[in-house]
């Protein structure tokens, strides 16, 4: 029987990300068949530079695949089976600002952790509701499989706004770091690892690493990763600086509880001072990645679509993303995969908010995810998470309520902001630089001298 | 490279399950090789007669697994990979009071549910423990797959008296009937079919059934049940009329809940009335059992035994017990199969005591089991099995602290029982029949009209 | 400066516990001054008899207090201090039906245990939110003290529906009780005791009773009620035979666990066959209290009325009703009373449902009772209590959701009735008894053998 | 009757804070009638200085009484009723050193807030327990009131470490700063307030003030302290410099939740570099106290002993400390006082670790302190206390285990301490400093670049 073949809208089109993704995608069209792919984005000029290239792709590798770019929600979220999103509200440009604000008053300035997450995801909130609103119009029996960041605030807020939604949150850091995980265990793929894990998105641990027999792989990570962190003794392939050295940082970041392998992430909250010392206030990461891969993906995009041919192209597959696939077919076929993803605790971590969202081992099928339970954690991760899940909800209530007082008050609580002072005065700032993305706050009852 | 072979040893060696179950081991060794097999039993009388038939057994279809019976604890205990444990203390003779008292006062009287199962269990505590301790003193890395009954009682006991010990407990009811909702699904087998169930044991529920593509089953299943219970439009196997009644019963203790399927044992606690009016009290199922099977077994051990040969044998592979090879074979090769265990809660059901020992799927591997959370339950099943839980723990707590009051007010809890009157009368028989069973009980410092 | 006198409004004025109650509130002015008493029925004519007596007691009493009896709700309503609520839904007459059809099937016939609570839960809900709804449109700021049974069930109602209402539940019954204890210590008033207690509404207990100095009294009561039950040596009231029997059934119902002393209601729960053997089904309490009180106080009022005095009068000040006063003073005052009321459980009870209407002792002031914490309860009350509040919640979930199956699971769920037939047989008489009471229920889509 | 008078011992006799309690108990004796007076201390030379001054006064105010100061356990704790307990192990010299390291890594170096009350809990967990089982071993009927710092940290540890001991835990500072309430809103006392209040302690807010008639007092008073801290307009009683800052800071620790108002500890918490910035790393507040208090009162003592005579003593009755009298008489005379208390949760917060030592209003009797519930906090607060809490746990598990790792645990979760590095500095300067008190921790396992 020819399997079925779905329908995939890629929300968020005009991102650098997109290339790479379809890529993998027609790479992966034996496991998972595609019949019409549309990409969705609410900026025309910047999805159709990106979509010229995408249109090429698919007319070499298949031509039998509908594609579609469009800035209609109807065009775009009718007739679908998956959306995929990841979306960036206020492009690279506020991540800047996310960035460097922060780092003007010693702060750790960074995508997702910190204040520049806590911004981020009041701008991520509006947007990701927006497409989950679409796709439930026009496609109700749709998934939304989304790896926009910052995954865990989006998260928490599907969760209080849209209860209902089919809407699955995963990451691809986790993924990232059981690749390195299975090169410096000499193992072909991570596939061939069972792992236990819990945390907060980009805050958690692994307790349990196993190979297929059973064995307990975790006593030579820790050897390992306590020296070297997660760099293999061997490279399989080159990474930017700035990433190795979060990849050697992890080698103190576990140092602080011996018993598990940490998410590289949690740097930013450990050890914040080391991130800020070698962070540029005014180059920072946004700015590598403008000038880096934003810059080479739409040359190579423009390229591409002026020679209708791929034959010069250098994008390569993002076959590390092909964890989305992974996900995808867990739904469309019921595989019953093992995958981390962000859920809604109820319980599956026993000594933790259960309404909070958490990255659990889960068994995906046609009905979604079924966590697997963590059972009791210790009180150190325990401390750590609950004070950053109060982060988290403080963000997406004070979003819905529309309130500076909460929101300064989960920059107070975040680990990376040193004292209430601090946090007011990167509040005020953030305010200011995102007046066209974030809900108009109340004016806070309050002043401190 | 050749697979690793396993040492087990079948604690209630003397059971007239034993064949069966050797036999079926003898079936599976290509999936699970076994190096050595022994049995143990405080009864060498009646052990004998089995072993005789098993050694018979293992000559002519393996002849290269040592086979031993004893009732030497040292020798049954050492260099054993696994114990499989189904042992019955006082055997028939005290299952026929367990279930004779009870009917005098018009009572439920059955094995594991009512006062027959809180009866059972207080036999039962001591058997198991003592097993547990030789494991541990004799083979500390072995398991124990426990499926001895009341295994909801057994299950309390060890995770509160023995909290670390490597104990699995598991029933083969809902294998049975996941049996028979494959012949009315006309699947070819129930592991085609992916499910979702909760409860305590023989106390639960199954809330979702899908095939290998992920369709739901459960509308199907529940429009056949609501007419004919879990009885196939065709038997694949004749049963006993009183296994025909229960299975054609669950039409009636579905309709109590048309959102999910039953286990039938929950037709003691639901249709007590009915359960009684077919009882017989002077003749109950455990008399069914000693004419029935007891002496069909024996006859048949005796005959293979004097003729050294199985070929005239009747009796047959018990496979409906290869459950436990699945078991054996998720911790012995890492397999992450999914089966229903008892387990501590601990989160798995959200709104439900931590502590309780709940019937849950679990990913099993070589770590042992891996509960999958349930999430929230509805108030009707809440209310059920918190009152019934309560009668597990209070029958515990009642064993360890030797106390007449609290069995009694685990009488007084059971749903079978009318009153607290009738449930003193049917205790202080039940402590007159098990004198050489039972710790003896503190004296009750109260009385009632 | 002369205290702020309060505006009261008795819903439910045609009961027959008015004249007592109204007699009540005139004997404790001084504590608590009147300016304005309206009494409020949707019984025009039953109200009128009630009031005209109560006119008279006013104008010879405190004939400055302004007097009305209305069955408009806006002029009854507005202008209000306090809603005295005690209404009765359906009147004896239904009270009559809801005993005598359980009775009919060998199961207690009750007023508020068991199917007849059940039944009488279902007309309440709606008349006590339709009259906490007139209470917040017409006088915002009042506080409604609503001591209309069955309490528990009405009380998990306005929690659901009305979660932010100002209504306090309070029942008498534990104050009974506790003047009783008073009476076999030897004390002058209850009030010389401090109580710790918990349960749910007539389903609790007992654990400590000091005397001011902080003695235990518990080993004094417990000796007595173990003998005697709750009836003193020397009776300082003859009570009816009925009431007698119930007091006295104590001493049996505190044999069931001799750490605490019992809500006499548990009687209903634990020795139902004992209530249904003394219970007449054609004659049951209703129809005593229908030929007794009610022929009583309407004869009497009519008398008042006719003579315009209550010279000849034989109606009592309804003094065991001061706790009404008392709860009413808490509030006014803000006097900070140690009083039981049933409040949302919210962490009080440790392992129990924060969602369940427990009745703990609290502190009473301006802003309402703050509960004080009862830490963990035994197994006994938790398995007995997570089963009743069960049957609680499944009836207002059945009331919101005009559902079938869910009232016909809180009856198989009630230890009083047996088994699942006779929930159904009794639900069905029920539902025709009361059409024109409950909200029209959806039919069970299922049917039983 | 006359009133039963009781026996004291001071357990700390050495300390600066014992002549001030002693006057304010020979103040209260109408009240809280004592016939023996013991001081206990291990440091025979200090106590005796104090015990001179403490002599005269007993003879001068209170001859009857019998008077003792001795470091013989045995002599201290037999025939006592109450042990009031402020020890303080390793005196002003080891709190000099906890506030001085970390100042030197720029981190608040304070005497119970960040690693200074740490290091403090390290040294006091032990001398507490010690005391407690000198107690129980000579007068096992006695309670123990303590108010020996760091109360959190001392809590939670005969939480875990003697749970079922009759120890109340209390601090001052709720009791201090209700006074200056009092004085802001023009009370004669702060008794005149009724209040809600929770948290850890040090680290609490209040959400509700009253006066006797229920009247909301929080609107005023915020008011005030928006603008002026906890500074009233016109100072009963000047205080030292530092503790006016500290009440000044309220200000802006109360602009962090409006709806509040904080316990003033919380600015080490939420403005811990404002606390650096005002702190000499040389001379620190131990430093003030050593040259300030603790000079004085030893000199005054001197001075009495020498004249033998209090005429010239300048020593002041210490009122402020009369909670302590308020606590014993209500576990005396079973008074019902309304007093905060540090217990464990166990469901008082709905929404907290049920096993957190937290500081909430008590009704406290002669049987121990009756919680009232909070019911659920904010997310703010919830966020914040979690990690605190997990300070204090790690802390104790750390003494109870004693391992290096879970001491830097609770350091690296501290809000006051930047980063992991710093936490490591921090902690490897603090054992060195405290070998003499600590218990030797084991060798962690983990460096850090």
Redesign the interface.
């Known amino acids: 029987m020819k399997k079925k073949s779905f329908s995939i809208v890629i929300a968020g089109g005009g991102s650098t990300f997109t290339p790479g993704i379809v890529l993998m995608l027609l790479d992966h069209l034996e496991e998972f068949p595609i019949r019409k792919l549309k990409l969705y984005d609410n900026d025309k000029e910047r999805q159709d530079r990106i979509a010229g290239a995408c249109d090429v792709f698919i007319r070499e590798k298949a031509p039998d695949i509908e594609f579609a770019a469009t800035t209609d929600p109807e065009e775009a979220f009718t007739d679908v089976d998956f959306v995929m999103a990841h979306i960036r509200v206020g492009k690279y440009a506020m991540r800047a600002l996310d960035e460097q604000i922060p780092l003007k008053y010693g702060v750790v300035g960074q995508e997702t952790c910190g204040p520049g997450g806590i911004a981020y995801g009041m701008r991520s909130i509006g947007g990701v509701l927006e497409i989950l609103d679409y796709m439930e119009k026009y496609s109700p029996d749709a998934w939304m499989l989304n790896y926009s960041n910052p995954a865990a605030i989006v998260a928490e807020a599907t969760r209080r706004l849209r209860p209902n939604s089919k809407i699955l949150n995963i990451c691809d850091m986790p993924v990232g770091i059981e690749d390195r995980m299975a090169q410096i265990l000499g193992l072909s793929s991570r596939k061939e690892m069972?792992v236990?894990y819990y945390g907060l998105n980009h805050f958690g641990w692994w307790t349990?690493i196993?190979d297929?027999?059973?064995n307990d792989l975790m006593p030579k990570l820790k050897e390992h990763v306590?020296q070297y962190g997660y760099i293999p003794k061997t490279e399989a392939e080159a990474v930017e600086a700035s990433w190795n050295d979060t990849f050697a940082k992890a080698?103190?970041?576990?140092?602080?509880?011996?018993d598990t392998l940490p998410n590289t992430y949690l740097q930013y909250y450990?050890?914040?001072?080391?991130m800020v010392k070698k962070s540029n206030p005014n180059h920072t990461r946004a700015n590598e990645v403008m000038e880096g891969r934003e810059a080479f993906i739409f040359s190579q995009c423009d390229m591409i679509t002026r020679e209708q041919s791929s034959e010069n192209s250098e994008i390569k597959i993002d076959d590390h993303a092909s964890y989305i696939v992974d996900l995808a077919r867990a739904i469309a076929?019921?595989t019953?995969e093992?995958m981390l993803l962000i859920v809604e605790n109820?319980?599956?971590?026993?000594?933790f908010?259960?309404t909070a969202m958490v990255e659990v081992?889960c068994?995906v099928?046609?009905?979604g995810p079924?966590?697997?339970?963590?059972?009791?954690i210790p009180?150190?991760q325990?401390?750590?998470m609950?004070?950053q899940?109060?982060?988290e909800?403080?963000t997406v209530?004070a979003w819905a309520e529309k309130s500076f007082?909460?929101l300064?008050?989960a920059l107070?609580?975040s680990?990376t902001v040193?004292?209430?002072?601090?946090a007011r005065l990167i509040l005020e700032d953030l305010v200011e630089a995102n007046k066209d993305f974030w809900p108009e706050l109340d004016q806070s009852?309050?002043?401190?001298?």
Chains 1, 2, 3, 4 share one sequence.
């Open positions: 069972k236990r349990s196993q297929q027999e059973g306590s080698r103190d970041v576990q140092a602080a509880d011996p450990l050890f914040p001072d080391d076929y019921n019953g093992r109820n319980g599956a971590i026993a000594n908010d259960p081992p068994i099928g046609s009905n079924e966590p697997i339970t963590v059972g009791t009180q150190f325990k401390g750590l609950e004070q899940v109060s982060v909800k403080l209530e007082q909460k300064w008050q107070i609580l680990k040193p004292n209430a002072r601090v009852p309050t002043r401190i001298s």
